[in-house]
């Protein structure tokens, strides 16, 4: 959460800060400030949006070849004018920018307090500036040890960028826990918690690893060292990343551009991986554990948010195609239990933005007891992949729009290959079902888009349901995971109430609530449960519910039943939710549009909690 830039090079800073700020705006969007260096520290900061901010300085002096800023999403105090970054020192000279939490800001505050200083924030943040300049005046001390001196005391998470008026030509940038990468171009550096903002300028980048601080001097080289003051070389990596990539290509929104990229981006994800002519998978990210995988007694999946939602879809593939046990964990109640792990246990980590910090810090317990963790990750180079021992990327691409679509469809695609590359060495599916799961696999792309075709249809149901005010998903099965998914987008950027429930479950409770205007949309693509399914259908309709049903194209029996069908192509049940996901996504973009309601930034939400 919260996106954070740098610029230090010849140009002028601001276009370039400014560009990065929007690029950076999916991590937090409530409030937003710059500070330029031009002889003078000139600091801008505004409540709203990024567009608010430019606004604000279009008519103000924003000169400078030197500059930090910063998009929030609040932790520390409201989201006005006093708490935005960049925070000011106590004598103006120094500001700061910060991602992450400082646990014992508190503390630190009340020693500040107590030797006279004075504070205008509620933010953790304004506390690392105020003690990074006590102890560069106490201490006489260059800026870069006073910020190590400083790292030191402090507690918590923590991605920073300090800037000082008395060292015009430096930046000083340190990171734990959250995310930060320096791009280097010649005589220019960037700084941003993403290589979004970067990759327009340079390919070479360099990842600052947990308590790394780097040194960032006009006509020098890059310099890296330690909180506990150990000299690191930098090690610069190419960036695969292309520009077109984070555009919105013509679409009214990322989330529209996401939700049509997916036949391309499933595609990705199993290209070089899925091998149809030979029936055969291999994931060259995780060949050195396949044995370990083969003979796992449990997988542990860890994972927060909508990649949750894909590890439950990994429960029932690996139980029912690879045979062996999964438990799914949130990673945020998993890192504060004492789990039971054994030596055959496997983690498996899933997240797009590789940064969640539950799921990383589930990831440092597992590590702690032993485990084996792979990881699914969709940001390259991200913490995720860097703290695993072994994953696959799900190569779906940058995923702007907050809510997450392409993402999870390409992480069940990941989920489905590791099952299907433990199911042939283990020889648990027969021949026949093995090859036909194999053939389907290799078509879900095309599946996928003609699943697309149905965008108007659902538009038109959208028209009529856009007012409700609750919905209720059910699914059984393979689908189960899938109504929680849909229920999440609904309720994600509509901010309409909705329940995701496996559909016999809901005689337990949820049955109460319906009546004529309670919205039930029930996935009914299912072989195995299809009367059981139907029935569920009955019990809503005995009540007079609204029934939406998904169902495989040539369904007639369901078709009698419900309100409204939406019929998408027919495929292996595992396969299931790639397919049926789709339509709910798109159901949830456009009563969200109807609404007027902001897509790709839906209220109180960031795309990267990098915060607990
Ligand atoms: C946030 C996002 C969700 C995402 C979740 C987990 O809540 O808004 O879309 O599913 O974090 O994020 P991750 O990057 O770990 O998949």
Same mark, same amino acid.
């Given at each position: 959460?919260?996106?954070?830039?740098?610029?230090?090079? $010849?140009?002028?800073?601001?276009?370039?800060?400014?560009?990065?700020?929007?690029?950076?705006?999916?991590?937090?969007?409530?409030?937003?400030?710059?500070?330029?260096?031009?002889?003078?520290?000139?600091?801008?900061?505004?409540?709203?949006?990024?567009?608010?901010?430019?606004?604000? #300085?279009?008519?103000?002096?924003?000169?400078?070849?030197?500059?930090?800023?910063?998009?929030?999403?609040?932790?520390?105090?409201?989201?006005?004018? #006093?708490?935005?970054?960049?925070?000011?020192?106590?004598?103006?000279? =120094?500001?700061?920018?910060?991602?992450?939490? #400082?646990?014992?800001?508190?503390?630190?505050?009340?020693?500040?307090?107590?030797?006279? &200083?004075?504070?205008?924030?509620?933010?953790?943040?304004?506390?690392?500036?105020?003690?990074?300049?006590?102890?560069?005046?106490?201490?006489?001390?260059? @800026?870069?040890?006073?910020?190590?001196?400083?790292?030191?005391?402090?507690?918590?998470?923590?991605?920073?960028?300090?800037?000082?008026?008395?060292?015009?030509?430096?930046?000083?940038?340190?990171?734990? /826990?959250?995310?930060?990468?320096?791009?280097?171009? $010649?005589?220019?550096?960037?700084?941003?918690?993403?290589?979004?903002?970067?990759?327009?300028?340079?390919?070479?980048?360099?990842?600052?690893? %947990?308590?790394?601080?780097?040194?960032?001097?006009?006509?020098?080289?890059?310099?890296?060292?330690?909180?506990?003051?150990?000299?690191?070389?930098?090690?610069?990596?190419?960036?695969?990343?292309?520009?077109?990539?984070?555009?919105?290509?013509?679409?009214?929104?990322?989330?529209?551009?996401?939700?049509?990229?997916?036949?391309?981006?499933?595609?990705?994800? =199993?290209?070089?991986?899925?091998?149809?002519?030979?029936?055969?998978?291999?994931?060259?990210?995780?060949?050195?554990?396949?044995?370990?995988?083969?003979?796992?007694?449990?997988?542990?999946?860890?994972?927060?948010?909508?990649?949750?939602?894909?590890?439950?879809?990994?429960?029932?593939?690996?139980?029912?195609?690879?045979?062996?046990?999964?438990?799914?964990?949130?990673?945020?109640?998993?890192?504060?239990?004492?789990?039971?792990?054994?030596?055959? %246990?496997?983690?498996?980590?899933?997240?797009?933005?590789?940064?969640?910090?539950?799921?990383?810090?589930?990831?440092?317990?597992?590590?702690?007891? /032993?485990?084996?963790?792979?990881?699914?990750? $969709?940001?390259? /180079?991200?913490? #995720?992949?860097?703290?695993?021992?072994?994953?696959?990327?799900?190569?779906?691409?940058?995923?702007?729009?907050?809510?997450?679509?392409?993402?999870?469809?390409?992480?069940?695609?990941?989920?489905? @290959? =590791?099952?299907?590359?433990?199911?042939?060495?283990? /020889?648990?599916?027969?021949?026949?079902?093995?090859?036909?799961?194999? &053939?389907? =696999?290799?078509?879900?792309?095309?599946?996928?888009?003609?699943?697309?075709?149905?965008?108007?249809?659902?538009? !038109?149901?959208?028209?009529?349901? &856009?007012?409700?005010?609750?919905?209720? &998903?059910?699914?059984?099965?393979?689908?189960?995971?899938?109504?929680?998914?849909?229920?999440?987008?609904?309720?994600?950027?509509?901010?309409?109430?909705?329940?995701?429930?496996?559909?016999?479950?809901?005689?337990? !409770?949820?049955?109460? @609530?319906?009546?004529?205007?309670?919205?039930?949309?029930?996935?009914?693509?299912?072989?195995?449960?299809?009367?059981?399914?139907?029935?569920?259908?009955?019990?809503?309709?005995?009540?007079?519910?609204?029934?939406?049903?998904?169902?495989?194209?040539?369904?007639?029996?369901?078709?009698?039943?419900?309100?409204?069908?939406?019929?998408?192509?027919?495929?292996?049940?595992?396969?299931?939710?790639?397919?049926?996901?789709?339509?709910?996504?798109?159901?949830?973009?456009?009563?969200?549009?109807?609404?007027?309601? %902001?897509?790709?930034?839906?209220?109180?939400?960031?795309?990267?909690?990098?915060?607990?």
């Amino acid at each position: 959460m919260c996106g954070i830039v740098a610029y230090l090079g $010849n140009r002028q800073a601001y276009p370039i800060l400014m560009n990065g700020l929007y690029r950076l705006e999916y991590r937090g969007y409530d409030s937003a400030g710059i500070a330029l260096l031009d002889g003078g520290l000139k600091i801008y900061k505004k409540p709203g949006r990024v567009l608010d901010l430019e606004n604000f #300085i279009s008519d103000k002096d924003h000169s400078g070849t030197i500059g930090i800023a910063h998009t929030r999403w609040a932790t520390h105090g409201e989201p006005n004018e #006093i708490n935005a970054h960049p925070h000011a020192s106590p004598s103006g000279l =120094m500001a700061i920018i910060h991602n992450g939490i #400082i646990e014992n800001y508190a503390s630190l505050r009340e020693v500040l307090v107590q030797r006279g &200083y004075e504070f205008h924030s509620d933010t953790d943040t304004e506390v690392v500036i105020h003690l990074i300049e006590d102890i560069k005046t106490n201490e006489k001390v260059s @800026l870069e040890e006073a910020v190590r001196i400083a790292l030191n005391q402090v507690i918590g998470a923590y991605a920073i960028v300090v800037i000082s008026q008395k060292s015009p030509d430096k930046l000083i940038a340190a990171r734990k /826990g959250s995310p930060l990468v320096i791009g280097i171009n $010649n005589d220019e550096f960037f700084v941003a918690s993403d290589a979004t903002p970067i990759v327009e300028y340079t390919k070479e980048v360099v990842y600052l690893g %947990d308590e790394e601080i780097a040194v960032l001097e006009r006509g020098k080289e890059l310099r890296i060292r330690t909180i506990k003051n150990v000299e690191k070389t930098p090690y610069v990596e190419t960036l695969e990343l292309n520009l077109e990539q984070l555009e919105k290509g013509g679409y009214e929104h990322f989330m529209l551009k996401e939700i049509f990229e997916q036949p391309r981006s499933i595609e990705d994800s =199993m290209r070089g991986r899925l091998h149809e002519l030979s029936g055969t998978v291999s994931l060259g990210g995780i060949i050195e554990y396949e044995q370990r995988l083969v003979s796992a007694q449990r997988i542990i999946i860890v994972a927060c948010g909508t990649s949750w939602h894909a590890g439950l879809v990994g429960e029932y593939l690996f139980e029912d195609i690879a045979r062996i046990p999964v438990e799914v964990e949130y990673a945020s109640e998993f890192r504060y239990r004492s789990p039971v792990l054994c030596e055959r %246990d496997i983690i498996i980590a899933i997240s797009q933005s590789g940064e969640t910090a539950d799921t990383l810090a589930a990831i440092e317990l597992a590590k702690s007891k /032993g485990a084996l963790i792979l990881g699914i990750c $969709n940001v390259v /180079g991200s913490s #995720i992949p860097r703290n695993t021992h072994a994953g696959s990327y799900t190569h779906a691409g940058p995923e702007i729009g907050v809510a997450s679509t392409k993402a999870f469809t390409a992480q069940v695609t990941i989920l489905a @290959l =590791m099952a299907m590359m433990i199911a042939n060495k283990k /020889g648990t599916l027969t021949r026949t079902r093995y090859q036909h799961l194999i &053939y389907e =696999m290799s078509h879900l792309p095309e599946k996928v888009a003609k699943t697309l075709l149905l965008n108007d249809k659902i538009k !038109g149901i959208a028209e009529k349901f &856009y007012t409700a005010s609750n919905f209720l &998903y059910l699914g059984r099965g393979y689908n189960f995971p899938v109504a929680l998914e849909g229920a999440l987008k609904l309720k994600e950027i509509s901010y309409i109430h909705a329940e995701g429930y496996p559909a016999a479950e809901m005689k337990h !409770g949820p049955i109460a @609530l319906i009546d004529k205007d309670m919205p039930v949309v029930i996935i009914a693509t299912n072989k195995e449960l299809y009367e059981k399914v139907v029935s569920n259908i009955q019990e809503v309709k005995a009540r007079k519910g609204v029934i939406i049903a998904i169902v495989n194209e040539g369904d007639t029996t369901i078709a009698k039943l419900a309100d409204y069908v939406i019929e998408v192509p027919e495929t292996e049940e595992p396969l299931n939710p790639v397919i049926a996901t789709i339509p709910l996504q798109l159901l949830a973009y456009h009563i969200a549009l109807l609404r007027n309601c %902001d897509v790709d930034k839906p209220r109180n939400l960031a795309k990267s909690v990098t915060v607990e």
